[in-house]
């Protein structure tokens, strides 16, 4: 897995990623403090965001795209620290091995 976190996300990063997320993206979103990007496989994907979303009170949205190594990306949306605690408690769970929903 990959992780990326963007603070204080310009409105054109922004922008991309609402579009990415399709016609039905929320609105509150925009004005998200800080973004967490992760990308890997789907069933890593799919834990890492109820993992994120368990762990402290962030929305996480699946973004669309095309990729031929069947690898997705979803973005963690919150205040920074929130999504920083979100992405330090996947990595921790992925080192131990227990990428347990």
Do not use: H, W, Y
Not at 50 to 59: F, N, P, T
């Amino acid at each position: 897995m990959e992780f990326r976190i963007i603070k204080s996300p310009s409105a054109g990063a922004v922008d991309i990623l609402m579009r990415r997320m399709g016609p039905d993206a929320r609105d509150d979103l925009k004005n998200a403090d800080a973004v967490g990007l992760v990308q890997g496989r789907m069933i890593e994907m799919i834990c890492a965001a109820d993992i994120a979303e368990k762990a402290v009170g962030v929305a996480v949205e699946d973004i669309r795209g095309s990729c031929p190594q069947n690898m997705i990306m979803i973005a963690i949306f919150g205040d920074t620290a929130s999504v920083e605690a979100a992405i330090l408690e996947i990595k921790r769970k992925l080192e131990e091995g227990k990428m347990l929903c």
